[in-house]
């Protein structure tokens, strides 16, 4: 471990991460509601207002297609705006200046213009919340082309993909985890710059290795995953499990290169399956890998239904035995 | 002439505290009648509000607060996820909504549960939301109150639509008081900045539908002070759409009632809309789930607690002969059996069945729900199999 | 044919379904920018104004969020609003309202409300329009529950399924294929309220009966994998063509059923390909029919760029030749 | 007292034609200089402009004319997809654009030419995009004049982010008029009722940003009349957000520049944020797709050309003795050599390579950019090989 490694939750170590990128470029600014005295609603942003000063960390009013639209100029002015939106759920006021402005500015201008704008969004569910708080709309904005989409899993990767998302030339949507925001882990600081964080916003990571199925997932699906891998390996199934951490792009070339090993594969996400992240991976796989697989590529996700009341959500979410049930449906093809 | 207007004079009136003469007030806070000025038109419209009626309004206000203690208490031990109080905001709320009339539509924000309890809803069915066990709660049809809306802003414009349904089925300028219909979209400082409210404001200017506005300035949108919202007092929101804006002390249950009552009556005779800005204070957290030590003193929330709605209404009935010990003991009774009634009622709540969640995705059969439905239903069936083989 | 039976263009069908419905339940009425004298930029209003007053073909003022929340409104106040929205690009100011609001009402009221609006969607390429008119969102739709998402390729779908969607108790997204508002059919206008009208929001249908290949296609798309499956069988190929008609649901029986006769298949929409509709029949097909299938599903879909500049559209939108491509690629698997 | 205006008094000001006292102007229809009540104190802001200064704005229009006519010409030809004039709306742009700084930046709509041409852009660049090989078209930085944008009223909030960054950069109010920097946000009248030009009022008044917002109300929304959009004059839709408004002649050259001059005088400075209404006709159709028949009079049209800014200028510069018949035919011969231009330029646009669609998708390397990159020359180069193998 070097000297820059700190074990802390994953809410802190996005903190740290914002904190250096403030540090790092005068030219970093953080925008949302309620990010300032209070720390946002799930204190990522605790203390930065103080130390930044409340031009760099804005209380911005209640408006997020202007957080959005006004980021958009900040950008275009040279500036590095992180825009928080409160919850999953209310990104949608945002959707247009996100999704005709933010992602096409760039590509409109032939390249002349960049408008590297980060989007923080605490996500998905399992948190016992009210209607809209617990959502996962990823795909939403990843079959828009000139977005990049990722979500962290564990601190290590938070701190690593904030950091190189504040630094990426294109727009970043950074999906966190919020259920995990309390998870702990080991955090090198140092990492940040080199080829390895450089790649954590393009490339899967085999999180845990296995031969007889892979699990494709990504941010919160992560840890339901590993508990489903480890309960599978209690019973003998040896399960590999790929952390995509970018929806996109997609890093279909490690995911395949897995599944022509185990020959079977499920995707785990907390997004609807229906036109899901899954989707597109299931489809890929099942192109690429058509002569590996030994039985159908399987899709673990939650139902074509709005998000339900909090007291049932964990029949909505993929679960460790939604996730057997699939692996076992594998096994006996 | 207003075109030549320099800057400095638009942000002179800041969105800061008004005093009592900046607002229409009828009771002042420490109880006593007053119309000064721009409030005088007011007072005939609360001239009819004899003790009993005052009682009434008193008795509101008293059942509301419990409601919202008892409804914290119920989250602090667990049986809610959250709850967001309505504390400080019953004069306004209760003002405002006794003023309506039963073919009246509300559209609420999630805030209003001194409105719902003037539209006649048993308090508790609020809560099934909080508990996590509906969406929504309450059959909006039987009250004309709608579900409370979370995605900030979005009901104004569902309230100006529902008010353009009103003017084409005629029931607007009747004359006929049972039968004139007015729309309310309540919402909060903070909701003023959503692009929807503002398109609200335009669609309603422009088709002069029946709705009226109510803006709950509570000074705070969250840890937001409505500074961060508006650089001028939000009841001049109106004024660039052609919306006529009156500022009420939202503290003031008769100026509350009398301001929608004016409100309400340009909408129903075809006057249009009207943006009233109720200017009061959310004496809470956000919801349970907020700490606002961290962004506002002691201090600020101590000095409004000496303008709680309640106490003002009490010594106004006091100074007019009109507290009865009987009669608040009755009402304090009647707080204690709606407490019972929420502590047991929500106890009670289970959860739904997990396959509810496929029941109303669409009012018509759609195939992905089908199938799905399907086969979680082989898939708990599964459990239960496997369950018996062990 | 039917004494009901004209031959008219998929604008004029559109305009004649609508025209209907009006006559059909004064409490349908149709809002949206310019569809009043001007009759909406592609005419498709054309006239209803004139006959049924300017409250019921409402000109909106230019806010397309508005459009949508007022509408929700009026549906609550029961009235069935026909929204229309100008051009594809400009849907997303209404995104909000769309996934939060219309989409879940009726699920966040338990059933007890119903908001049965109709959102038109003049959409898709190939008439060399600039940037935003030219789209297919349809996937951004198509994966919240509680939309439909239908899109006509015929002016008999095009007439009997307006009626449809007009008569749905649910929300409806309903895409028109601008470039071929001109292509002219037969239209039974009897046909509304039967059965097979009836299935037109959920069915697809086969449109070219085939036996080495199956292309599924909807909307647009339709008409070039047509002209495809036409020079296929110039060169000994046997194509069949599958016409989704609806995005969401999707019907999986009757693709499922063609491709385990053909063992193989195409899916060819205008939309993006990644996380396009066509990643979910893919993920589906390989799923379903994993041992019927001769070679992987591929898809021929618009790339992973911004709709580009006109003169090169044909290049970014599926063509005679990629689908060929495919279907070759197939074919020699 | 505002808060009590009656809702009669507030629509009575409708948002039909203003007379020109209503307006700021300082060049009646007939080419006289005025200055009366409201007007006089925007004087001074031209009374440096001489003759040659005069015969410049009328230069400016007569080549933006040209240019108009040009590439309407060129899409009958079917030389261009598609073409917005800006016919009669000269003045409004050439005037305000004139008053602009080299460092202050413009966010234009789709029709800002007029404004382009005083940015120093070559016009022949605007039709990049409407030939359909360019979805910009010009070097932004170069001329501190962003694309145009046809999501109506986004760039609205662009703009003010910007004029937010400008804050940061410490470029306001600095005293120093080489430095500090104004942001311009161009839009329509129908622009105004979409919640993000609304939103973009929110954030440039709480922030104080230097941004004008400068609203060409040409009276038509496509087919839909302004009344379609408000019920009061939008000059005043500023108000209830804090920022003054004045509605100006758009058809005054003259007062164009005055009002802008004066509107990003108190940008710059410091004083916030400015809504102006340039009051003014779309003179042609919308775009050459468009057909104004089927809405809107020949005799309004015809009323307006009456009104049309050029001649206003011409006659103002005739009275003035200060018309030069050899100065204008320089000015017609190179509107000529303009035309030449345009037409030489549009024609000789081929299509980009099919492949740069995946050139600026991502500034960074995209996996599925890439991927589909490669599929796509592999794909074309296969194609090459079988033409070749036949
Ligand atoms: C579109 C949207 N953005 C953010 C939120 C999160 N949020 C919930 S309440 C609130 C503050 C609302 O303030 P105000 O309108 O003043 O109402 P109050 O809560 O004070 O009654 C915020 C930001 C939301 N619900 N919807
Ligand atoms: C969000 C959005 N909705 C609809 C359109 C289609 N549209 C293009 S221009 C226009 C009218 C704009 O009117 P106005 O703002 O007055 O500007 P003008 O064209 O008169 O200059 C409309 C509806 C669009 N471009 N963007
Ligand atoms: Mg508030
Ligand atoms: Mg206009």
Known sequence: MSGETQRMTMGKAINTGLRHALEGDPKVLLMGEDIGALGGVFRVTDGLQKDFGDDRVVDSPLAESGILGTAIGLALRGYRPVCEIQFDGFIFPAYDQITTQLAKIHNRSKGRLQVPVVIRVPSGGGIGAVEHHSESPEALFAHTPGLRVVAPSTPQDAYTMIREAVASPDPVLYFEPKARYWDKGDVDTSVFGTDASRASLDAAQVVRPGSDVTLVTYGAAVHVSLKAAEAAAAEGTSVEVVDLRAVSPLDTATVAASVRRTGRCVVVHEAATFLGPGAEVAARVSEECFYSLEAPVLRVGAFHAPYPVSKIEHDYLPSVDRILEAVDRLLSH | ?390
Chains 1, 3 share one sequence.
């Open chain 2, 1 to 390: 002439m207003d075109q030549q207007t320099p800057a400095a004079e638009h942000v002179a009136e800041s969105s800061a505290h008004p005093t009592d003469a900046q607002m229409i007030q009828l009771l002042t806070p420490s109880g006593e009648r007053t119309a000064e000025g721009g409030s005088a038109p007011y007072a005939k419209r609360v001239a009819h509000l004899d003790h009993d009626a005052l009682r009434g309004l008193y008795e509101d206000m008293v059942l509301v607060r419990r409601f919202d203690d008892e409804a914290t208490a119920l989250q602090r031990q667990g049986e809610l996820g959250l709850f967001p109080q309505c504390l400080g905001q019953e004069a306004a709320q209760v003002g405002s909504g006794r003023a309506l009339a039963a073919q009246d539509y509300v559209f609420p924000s999630y805030r209003e549960h001194g409105v719902a309890h003037t539209r006649g809803l048993d308090l508790a069915q609020i809560l099934l939301q909080f508990r996590g066990v509906d969406h929504g709660g309450w059959d909006t049809e039987a009250h004309n109150f709608h579900l409370y809306t979370l995605v900030i802003g979005s009901h104004a414009l569902h309230a100006t639509g529902y008010a353009m349904g009103v003017q084409r089925d005629g029931l607007v300028g009747t004359g006929d008081p049972d039968r004139d219909t007015a729309v309310v979209a309540y919402f909060g400082d903070g909701s003023t900045s959503q692009g929807d409210v503002n398109e609200a404001l335009v669609f309603a200017a422009t088709t002069n539908a029946p709705v009226v506005f109510f803006c709950q300035n509570n000074q705070w949108a969250i840890s937001e002070p409505t500074t961060k919202q508006s650089r001028v007092p939000l009841y001049r929101r109106g004024d660039g759409f052609g919306i006529p804006g009156v500022r009420v002390d939202g503290n003031d249950v008769l100026a509350s009632y009398a301001v929608m009552d004016e409100a309400l009556e340009r909408a129903r005779s075809g006057g249009g809309p009207t943006f009233v800005e109720a200017f009061t204070y959310r004496m809470g957290a956000h919801t349970t789930s907020d700490d606002p030590t961290r962004y506002r003193s002691r201090a600020e929330e101590q000095s409004w607690r000496e303008r709680d709605p309640i106490d003002r209404l009490r010594k106004h009935l006091e100074s007019e002969g009109a507290w009865d010990q009987g009669w608040a003991e009755q009402v304090a009774a009647e707080a204690d059996a709606l407490g019972e009634h929420l502590r047991t009622y929500v106890r009670a709540l289970e959860a739904p069945p997990a396959s509810s969640m496929f029941d109303t995705v669409y009012a018509s059969e759609h195939g992905t729900v089908t199938a799905e439905r399907a086969w979680h239903a082989e898939y708990e069936a599964g459990f239960e199999t496997s369950e018996v083989a062990r």
